[in-house]
C-alpha cells in the first residue's frame, strides 16, 4: 500500500546526503512538531449526528508560523497529513518567507454535505484547534475542498472564541472579509515567473511550444498569461474530461474563454486530444497541473517534452524523475506552485499590519521572491552540478531549516 512519508522519504533522501547529513537526520526530520488528531461531530439537517476525524500536522516553524491548508476529502489520512506539512515546510523555507509547515485535514467529502452542514463542520474543526491556532503560531488556508466562503466561517469562529479581529490567523479569504488581491492567479503567475527565468537564463530560442494539463484555477491561469507572450506558442490543453490540440498554435484568450463559458473544451474548433495523450508531445514545455502521479514509470520513457513545469502537487513520481534524468529539465513543483503560498503570506502581513496591497504591488513581489528563489538555485547547482532541479530545490529549503543541525562531513 501506498504511503506518501515513505515517498517524502524517498525523494528527501539525495537532498540530505549531498548536504552531508546522516540518515538519522532525515529520520528526524519526517516527524512533526505537534499531530493533532480530533473526532468532530456536527447534528445534520436530519437530525442525525455525523462523525469523522479531523487533523492537523505541525511540522516545523523554525523560520515563522506553521503555514498550510486544510483539506475536505474522504480520503484524508494521517500520514498524508504529515507528508504535505512537511512538503510546505520545503515549500516556505525555498521561497524564503517568514512561515513555517503545516497541514490540515478532515476525512469528509464535502459534497455530501449541505451548506449548513459545512458550515458547523468548519467552526467544529476550528473549535478542536482553537488552542494551537493564531496569527503567530499557526495559519491555516484552503485546500482540496474548501474554499474562500469556508475559511471566512473559520475565520468568524476563531474571532469568537479568542477575540483576535485581525483575521490573520487564516488566508486564502474573499477579498472583502481580508482577503488579497492577486490570490487568485498567484500559483499560475509564480509558475510563469519562473518559466520565464528559466528561458531568459538558457537563452533558449522562441517561441517555445506549450502542452497544459488541467483548466482548473491554476491551469487556467497559466493558459491565460500566455496571451500576448510571443515566447510560448500554445498547441494542447486538456481538462477532466476533454481536449483540444492543434500544431500550429491555439489562441489562449479563447481557449479560456470557451473554458469559461461552456465549462470544457469541447466544441473548441481544433483535434481532440485525451489526458494521457497529452503527456507524450513533442513539445518544448509540458505543463501538468492538475492531478499527482500522471508522469509516472509507466509513461515516463515515452515523455517528449524538454521542460516539465509542475504546477501540481506531485505530478512526476520519483520512478519518474530517475527515468526523465538527463533527457528533460523537472522544475519541481516545491518551486514552480510556491506562487500561492507566498501571496497567501503576503495576505497574512497585510492582515498584521492592517494594509490593502494593490495587484500590482502584490505581484511585483511575488515575481522578486520567484526570482530569488531561482537565483539560490542556480548558485548552489555550481557546488552541486550533477544535481537534479528537485534536489536542489530541496538542498536549499534544507540549509534554512537544518542550519543548527550538523553536517556528518
Not at 523560520?63 to 475536505?72: D, M, V
Not at 479581529?165 to 472579509?177: E, Q, R, V
Not at 511550444?209 to 498547441?235: E, H, I, R, S, W
Amino acid at each position: 500500500m501506498f504511503n506518501p512519508l515513505d515517498s517524502v522519504r524517498i525523494q528527501l533522501s539525495s537532498a540530505f546526503n549531498q548536504l552531508g547529513y546522516p540518515e538519522s537526520a532525515l529520520e528526524q526530520f519526517l516527524i512533526p512538531d505537534n499531530l493533532e488528531e480530533h473526532q468532530i461531530s456536527i447534528t445534520k439537517d436530519n437530525g442525525e449526528t455525523f462523525t469523522t476525524t479531523a487533523y492537523r500536522s505541525e511540522h516545523r516553524n523554525t523560520l515563522g508560523p506553521y503555514k498550510g491548508g486544510i483539506r475536505f476529502h474522504q480520503d484524508v489520512h494521517k500520514d498524508e497529513v504529515i507528508a504535505l506539512s512537511i512538503w510546505m515546510s520545503l515549500k516556505n523555507a525555498l521561497v524564503n518567507i517568514p512561515m513555517g509547515g503545516g497541514k490540515g485535514g478532515v476525512v469528509v467529502d464535502p459534497k455530501s454535505l449541505t451548506k449548513t452542514e459545512l458550515e458547523q463542520l468548519s467552526r467544529e474543526f476550528v473549535r478542536k484547534m482553537v488552542n494551537i491556532l493564531g496569527p503567530h503560531k499557526d495559519v491555516p488556508a484552503p485546500d482540496v475542498g474548501t474554499t474562500p466562503e469556508i475559511m471566512s466561517w473559520m475565520v468568524d469562529e476563531f474571532e469568537k472564541l479568542t477575540g483576535d479581529t485581525t483575521k490573520a490567523t487564516f488566508t486564502g479569504k474573499p477579498l472583502d472579509n481580508g482577503g488579497s488581491l492577486g490570490r487568485n492567479i498567484a500559483t499560475s503567475y509564480g509558475g510563469k515567473v519562473v518559466l520565464d527565468a528559466w528561458v531568459k537564463l538558457h537563452n533558449l530560442e522562441t517561441p517555445l511550444t506549450v502542452a497544459v494539463q488541467g483548466m482548473g484555477n491554476v491551469g487556467g491561469g497559466f493558459v491565460q498569461l500566455l496571451a500576448n507572450d510571443p515566447k510560448y506558442k500554445l498547441v494542447a490543453v486538456t481538462d477532466s474530461s476533454s481536449g483540444i490540440y492543434n500544431p500550429d498554435g491555439l489562441d489562449p484568450q479563447a481557449v479560456f474563454d470557451h473554458k469559461q463559458n461552456s465549462g470544457n473544451l469541447s466544441g473548441f474548433n481544433a483535434d481532440p486530444i485525451t489526458n494521457p495523450d497529452l503527456l507524450l508531445l513533442a513539445v518544448d514545455i509540458l505543463v501538468p497541473s492538475a492531478l499527482e502521479g500522471v508522469i509516472n514509470a509507466d509513461n515516463a520513457n515515452q515523455v517528449q517534452a524538454k521542460i516539465i513545469l509542475e504546477l501540481a502537487n506531485g505530478p512526476t513520481t520519483a520512478q519518474a524523475d530517475d527515468i526523465l534524468h538527463g533527457k528533460t529539465i523537472v522544475i519541481p513543483d516545491i518551486l514552480a506552485n510556491a506562487g500561492g503560498v507566498a501571496v497567501s503570506s503576503f495576505e497574512w502581513e497585510q492582515n498584521l499590519k492592517n494594509e490593502n496591497w494593490t495587484e500590482a504591488d502584490v505581484l511585483s513581489r511575488l515575481t522578486t521572491t520567484m526570482q530569488s528563489a531561482m537565483t539560490d538555485i542556480a548558485n548552489l547547482k555550481e557546488q552541486h552540478p550533477q544535481a537534479t532541479l528537485r534536489q536542489l530545490a530541496q538542498m536549499v529549503a534544507l540549509t534554512r531549516l537544518l542550519k543548527d543541525v550538523p553536517a556528518s562531513r
